[in-house]
């Protein structure tokens, strides 16, 4: 399709027009409808092949399966404490609300981010957070690294 992975997509600067809503970068796209089709299948029957492997049908059923996911034996992985995250939860594991009340104004994920601020800014900076977090809260990281990419790049 043309995607040079660049990571700029966060900012609207996709260099080839893949990702973005700018007229002037789209004009670079070179790509068609067709390899956009075929990507999207192409990815989906990978997705299928791996459910199945794991023994599922759909996305859907191992939404809250947290026993899937397991930390990779890595040492930049090894840095971090998933501990919290990958754990049992009694009761149901999935989302209870049909649907997130549209344009979500992100104040919980806004007043996350000013808590870390001054780590972000400065990474030396040593910060350690307990927060409750739920599936209503499912941008919270996308939010903070969008934050390290705006003020490291």
């Known amino acids: ?14 260099a080839v027009g893949v990702a973005t809503q700018d007229e002037a970068l789209r004009k670079r796209f070179s790509g068609n409808v067709e390899k956009v089709i075929n990507y ?11 459910l199945a492997s794991l023994g599922y049908k759909s996305l859907e059923e191992i939404v809250g399966q947290n026993h899937l996911l397991e930390v990779i034996d890595d040492a930049f992985a090894k840095k971090f404490n998933f501990e919290e ?20 104004k992100n104040t919980y ?26 599936n209503l809260n499912r941008s919270f990281a996308t939010r903070i690294s969008g934050e390290i990419a705006l003020t490291l790049w």
């Open 1 to 14: 399709m043309g995607c040079w992975v660049l990571r700029s997509v966060f900012q609207y600067t996709c």
């Open 109 to 134: 994920e806004n007043d996350l981010v000013k808590e870390l601020m001054e780590t972000i800014e400065n990474p030396a900076t040593p910060i350690v957070l307990h927060k409750n977090i739920s």
């Open 85 to 104: 995250m990958l754990y049992k939860l009694d009761g149901v594991n999935t989302c209870q609300v049909a649907s997130n009340a549209p344009y979500d």
């Open 40 to 50: 999207f299948t192409l990815m989906a029957e990978d997705i299928r092949e791996i």
